[in-house]
């Protein structure tokens, strides 16, 4: 019974001395043998909750960035859309080579004017043609093309003799804002002779002169009567000048081939 008593003792003691460093299970005893939990080995993985603490912002700026990116995209969306909406221009026409043969006839409608007593060798003589230039079914030069040339004559109309006359020929052609160097038959005209009737009307007046002449002054009188009746009548008569005023149409014929390029399809 003592015995006991001391055991009771003793245990009651260790009770409250285990109760007095906090825990209330003795070592090694956790209940079936358990060891208990080891609360140091949470420590280690701090580190790797800091860590992914850390990641926190990061992931959050990327969130932010591609929201960001989103906003942009759809900003512009509209732009896109709109700049897709715009028509598309068409390529750019492809041309094909035709060559217009020497012997090619032209109608030229002329824009300046040129005339025998007042143009000079050298003045400017514009035109555009009247017909297109077909060749092979193909309009190699369209109606309304322009052309470009010189003055080669200029005959103001002469007093006794000479008769008046103008030439002039093409040596450009711009087809489709392209300038092409052409030669063109020379393009003459000439005033109708009239010197004729003008040595009818001189002979006329030496006749009436001569017999004036004579009846007046004897055979002196009748030469001078010729020389003013006859050559002063011719002198005073000039013949007609050759005048080609704007609206004009001419024709000549192209001396050297030309090649033109056509765009293709064109008819």
Known sequence: MIRRLFVLAIAGSFAMACSGNG???PPGATGGGEKPADTTSAAPNAPESRAQNAGAPAAE???????????TSTTASPEAA???????????????EITIPAGEAMSVTLTTSVASDTSKVEDAVQG???????????????????????VLEANQS???KGRASIA???????VRDETHDIRTARITREAEASQREDLKKGGIGAGVGAIV?????????AV??????????????????????????????????????????EK
């Open 23 to 25: 825990s209330s299970v």
């Open 61 to 71: 700026s990327s969130t932010t960035t591609a929201a960001t990116t989103s906003t």
């Open 82 to 96: 709109v700049s897709a909406a715009k028509p598309v221009a068409p390529p750019p026409p492809e041309f094909r």
């Open 128 to 150: 555009t043609l009247a017909k297109p230039i077909v060749v092979s079914g193909a309009t190699v030069v369209p109606a309304g093309a322009r052309v470009t040339g010189t």
């Open 158 to 160: 002469g007093r006794v």
């Open 168 to 174: 002039f020929r093409f040596n450009r052609l711009i």
């Open 213 to 221: 002449g004579g009846v007046v002054g004897g055979g002196k009188g």
């Open 224 to 265: 001078i009567g010729a020389g003013a009746g006859g050559a002063g009548a011719v002198l005073a008569t000039k013949g007609n000048e050759i005048r080609l005023a704007v609206g004009t149409t001419v024709t000549t014929t192209l001396q050297d081939p030309v090649k033109v390029s056509v765009p293709q399809g």
